[in-house]
């Protein structure tokens, strides 16, 4: 027998680290407690206050951040490339310290109770770490085996569920390292599964799937929802977040810009006049004549800022134009217009 892996010796991922998010040598190396305690100070499963990360040579990459996720929620959180997102889950997670502030998981301080709190998170950040030579199977028993907490008399059975609930039954024996971005993104998330967690955490985790693997990550995400699993989902996709998220919070330039239920944030802003047509350039040439702003033309749709006239008269000019009018009103604004309106700028879909 060759020498024992990493994971043998101390229960540690390729990376270094422990499946709760710990070190071994770390500050919070040593036995899990039972997390305990209530849901944060201030009702929520994760609560900050006044949260602040500021790295050496001064950069500003969390800025007084208060935030407060309730429980049983899908809360979305958004933010453009290098708006402070993946900064503040590794604060969260305990994996770094924040220069001021508070943030409490579970009712619990971080990363002060990263012991008691990681056994019951389940989190997905910044890609899976895993072993390529095991199939996907042997990587969750692995990472399994490696939990203190786990019974190992019901592992097979834990890590079948898991693999079965992220639809990878079939390709379990095949090794990691063939497995394709999605793939691998579903067996992260799986090892996030392998137990019941009060609180999900997870970092772009339709990453690299197709327009089927997102539509089951969303239903799985409702479905553990459903079952009272809180999850913090961060992701660029704001169509996503629609979908799938009860609650979200915007972030830019590490500033908490807004956050609440998602249909309140959608309906703080204004929605879009939209005229369906087969004249759409005549219909657009009569919209910016009646004071419309920002006119597009998709082939036979044609929309624009709502006007501060009545509407009933741009009606009336289109029709008195000849355009032919097939649909005419004010679309529901959506997460994009919100957050537009918020930044005065697009979506960095980057990050």
């Known amino acids: ?17 422990r499946p709760d998010g710990t070190r071994p040598d770390g500050p919070h190396a040593g036995p899990v407690a039972d997390a305990g305690g209530g849901d944060g100070d201030g009702g929520g499963v994760i609560v900050t206050r006044a949260l602040t990360k500021r790295y050496r040579g001064g950069q500003l990459a969390v800025d007084g951040l208060h ?7 899908v809360f ?12 503040t889950i590794r604060m969260l997670m305990g994996l770094i310290e924040p220069t001021s502030g508070t943030a409490h998981v579970l009712g619990r301080p971080m990363p002060r ?25 042997d990587n969750l028993l692995r990472y399994d085996a490696a939990d203190p907490t786990a019974d190992p008399r019901t592992r097979h059975a834990r890590v079948a569920a898991a693999l079965d609930r992220v639809g990878l039954t079939a390709a379990a024996g095949k090794k990691a390292k063939a497995y ?31 327009p089927q693997g997102m539509r089951e990550i969303r239903t799985l995400v409702r479905e553990l929802a459903s079952d009272g699993t809180t999850v913090f989902l961060s992701s ?8 799938v998220c009860t609650h979200a919070a915007v972030m830019a330039r590490g500033r908490l810009l807004t ?17 369906t047509t087969p004249d759409a350039a005549d219909a657009a040439r009569v919209l910016k004549e009646q004071g419309v702003a920002d006119v597009v033309v998709a082939e036979e749709r044609v929309s624009g800022e709502v006007p501060e006239r009545d509407l009933a008269e741009v009606n009336a000019a289109l029709v008195a134009a000849g355009v032919r009018v097939r649909g005419f009103g004010v679309e529901r604004a959506s997460l994009e217009d919100a957050f537009v309106a918020l930044t005065g700028e697009g979506f960095d879909v980057a990050g």
């Open 76 to 87: 979305g959180f958004l933010g453009p490339n290098g708006s402070g997102k993946t900064t």
């Open 180 to 210: 394709s971005l999605g793939m691998k993104q579903r067996l992260g998330l799986a090892a996030a599964l392998l137990r019941p967690r009060r609180l999900l955490v997870l970092d772009e985790p339709t990453n690299g799937l197709d």
């Open 67 to 73: 935030l407060t996720v309730p429980a049983g929620s």
């Open 236 to 243: 660029h996709l704001l169509d996503e977040i629609e979908q």
């Open 1 to 17: 027998m060759g020498e024992a892996s990493a994971t043998e010796r101390d229960g540690t991922r390729p990376d270094g680290t």
């Open 259 to 275: 956050q609440g239920p998602v249909a309140e944030l959608s309906a703080g802003a204004r929605g879009r006049l939209a005229v």
């Open 113 to 137: 109770s990263a012991r008691a709190v990681l056994p019951h998170v389940g989190a997905l950040i910044e890609g899976p770490a895993l072993y390529g030579f095991l199939s996907g199977r």
